[in-house]
């Protein structure tokens, strides 16, 4: 059972990328929906366990469900410019690579000589591993890639700040769960406010894509379940599947191609991408 409940946000947060494609919509409609999908999630748990935080720990963790619409949008808007297929696994690793860095330089994390000597490696080998799945090898694709990355990777920031707020709480992941999910919502709904696309509320496609934020909302939720039973650093490598669905299925549902060199250094790329989270997993 616990390791089923480490699955739960592994499939989530791999297929959602699909989902997102399958569901279309602006980068606009995604997030907003997504935004919207998680809010209900978030209710629904705050109402089952009515856990109790303090007014500053509660505003910083919507802030920092906040700073994760950022990382969103770069995302999303990547899907459309380099495809699933590659920017899931270079997002996955400079998120990886920054968030480890973020917790060695501000929460002193990897103490010891030893720790910080394989942790430096495993992000050299994430490093390489996403620079291999970023590889393409005609015009048109390395044109979008250029583009997707203009956005993915400042917008990524986000995600780090998302991940690095929480540890400076003292507080439960179910407690800071619905304000990070309702930061996220009110992030989602400024956004387009300050995109003046008000419109994006009446349209289909934004409500279509509020299973997406269901299905994170609930991915989130089972993986604080599954830190809790499994231990984190089990509970984090076990999603790290996610990136290899996410990364398949592009490739298989979404019939995004890649000639057979992209292919093989994709896959290559991912195998130490993974090595990579795995040994910083453990520290």
């Not at 989902?19 to 978030?42: C, H």
């Not at 009110?186 to 289909?204: G, M, N, Q, T, V």
């Not at 496609?205 to 989130?220: D, E, H, P, Q, R």
């Amino acid at each position: 059972m616990n390791i089923m409940m480490a699955l739960i946000p592994a499939l989530g947060w791999g297929l959602n990328p699909l989902l997102i494609s399958k569901l279309g919509g602006k980068p606009i409609n995604q997030t907003l929906g997504t935004g919207f999908g998680a809010l209900v999630v978030g209710l629904i748990v705050q109402f089952i366990y009515r856990p109790s935080v303090d007014q500053g720990t509660f505003w910083l963790s919507a802030l920092s469900g906040a700073f994760w619409v950022l990382g969103q949008i770069g995302q999303y808007t990547s899907y459309g410019r380099m495809g699933v297929s590659t920017t899931m696994p270079i997002s996955t690793g400079v998120q990886l690579v920054g968030t480890s860095l973020i917790g060695v330089l501000m929460f002193g994390e990897w103490s010891g000589t030893t720790a910080k000597l394989v942790g430096f490696a495993a992000i050299i080998i994430m490093i390489i591993g996403v620079a291999m799945t970023a590889v393409t090898d005609n015009s048109d694709s390395r044109a979008g890639l250029v583009s997707g990355l203009a956005v993915l990777l400042p917008t990524t920031i986000g995600y780090w700040i998302y991940s690095a707020l929480p540890k400076m709480v003292a507080a439960s992941g179910v407690a800071i769960f619905f304000p990070q999910m309702l930061g996220m919502c009110l992030a989602a709904i400024l956004y387009a406010i300050c995109s003046h696309r008000l419109d994006a509320f009446k349209e289909k496609t934004s409500w279509l894509n509020m299973f997406a934020g269901v299905i994170f909302g609930i991915s989130a939720l089972a993986y604080i379940f599954s830190a809790k039973e499994n231990g984190v650093a089990t509970a984090y490598v076990i999603t790290q599947l996610s990136v290899v669905i996410s990364t398949g299925g592009g490739m298989l549902f979404l019939h995004e191609h890649k000639t057979p060199h992209e292919l093989h250094l994709t896959l290559v790329g991912l195998a130490l991408i993974v090595v990579g989270s795995v040994m910083t997993a453990f520290l």
